[in-house]
């Protein structure tokens, strides 16, 4: 069994930054692919960034240069630093995982979601 703990959201004005991480713990042989995705009310959920397990990054064009995504792969454990936060960027931002359970066997994870909202 595997468990995905977020943490980091709050309220932020405009300019401002926060600092997002997930952490996975369990049952894990290894974690590959990390990666954050965001939903704002009425909209569907997209992909803002993410991270191979060879450190590879990708990122949504409209967040490139803001927000940087990271790994601890010995806390399995991904992180987003957001700066410059504009309020667009406000929304549920929930990570996903995609982990080794065993050798050969891959499941997708989700964490619970965290609130970002950014306002003056």
């Known amino acids: 069994q595997v468990q995905l703990v977020e943490s980091g959201g709050g309220l932020v004005q405009p300019g401002g930054s926060l600092r997002l991480s997930c952490a996975a713990s369990?049952?894990?042989?290894?974690?590959?692919?990390m990666g954050w995705y965001r939903q704002a009310p009425g909209k569907q959920r997209e992909l803002v960034a993410s991270?191979?397990?060879?450190?590879?990054?990708n990122y949504v064009d409209s967040v490139k240069g803001r927000f940087t995504i990271s790994r601890d792969n010995a806390k399995n454990t991904v992180y987003l630093q957001m700066n410059s936060l504009k309020p667009e960027d406000t929304a549920v931002y929930y990570c996903k995982l995609s982990i080794k359970i065993i050798p050969g066997i891959n499941y997708d994870y989700w964490g619970q979601g965290t609130q970002v909202t950014v306002s003056s």
């Open positions: 369990g049952n894990i042989f290894s974690v590959n692919k």
């Open positions: 991270i191979t397990s060879d450190g590879s990054t």
